[in-house]
C-alpha cells in the first residue's frame, strides 16, 4: 500500500509565491528519491526537482533554478517545494513521485501522487 497526497496548488499572480506539498507513505519512504513533475496541457512533462532520500542532493530543472527549493521532513514523511517568483510558463499540474534511483537521482519513480494544479496569472 502505497500513497502520496499533493497540496498547496492554486491560482497566484506572477510574482508571488506558493508552497507545495507531498505527503507519502510508502514502504522505507525515507530509502526513496523524491521528484516534483509538471506538465500543462499540450506539454511534455517535465522533471522540476528531484531530491535524495537524505535530503543532501537535489538537482533542478534550468527554467526553475534559483526560484524554486525542494526539502523534505522525512520524520513527517513530507517533501515541499517552495515556489518563489512565479512565471506565467509556470502553470501546470504538479505531482510528486517516488522511486528508487541512482546517484545522479534518476528514475524510474515507481509511485505518483494524483497531482495539484498550479496557475500563474500575468
Known amino acids: 500500500q502505497v500513497r502520496l497526497a499533493e497540496s498547496g496548488g492554486g491560482l497566484v499572480q506572477a510574482g508571488r509565491s506558493l508552497n507545495l506539498s507531498c505527503v507519502a507513505s510508502?514502504?522505507?519512504?525515507?530509502?526513496?528519491?523524491i521528484a516534483w513533475f509538471r506538465q500543462a496541457p499540450g506539454k511534455e512533462r517535465e522533471r522540476v526537482t528531484s531530491?535524495?532520500?537524505?535530503?543532501?542532493?537535489?538537482i533542478y530543472a534550468e527554467s526553475v533554478k534559483g526560484r524554486f527549493t525542494v526539502s523534505r521532513d522525512n520524520a513527517k514523511k513530507t517533501v515541499y517545494l517552495q515556489m518563489n517568483s512565479l512565471k506565467p510558463e509556470d502553470t501546470a499540474t504538479y505531482y510528486c513521485?517516488?522511486?528508487?534511483?541512482?546517484?545522479?537521482?534518476?528514475?524510474?519513480?515507481?509511485?505518483w501522487g494524483p497531482g495539484t494544479q498550479v496557475t500563474v496569472s500575468s
Open positions: 513521485a517516488a522511486g528508487r534511483t541512482n546517484y545522479d537521482l534518476e528514475g524510474p519513480f515507481t509511485y
Open positions: 510508502v514502504l522505507m519512504y525515507s530509502t526513496y528519491t
Open positions: 531530491i535524495s532520500w537524505n535530503g543532501e542532493r537535489a
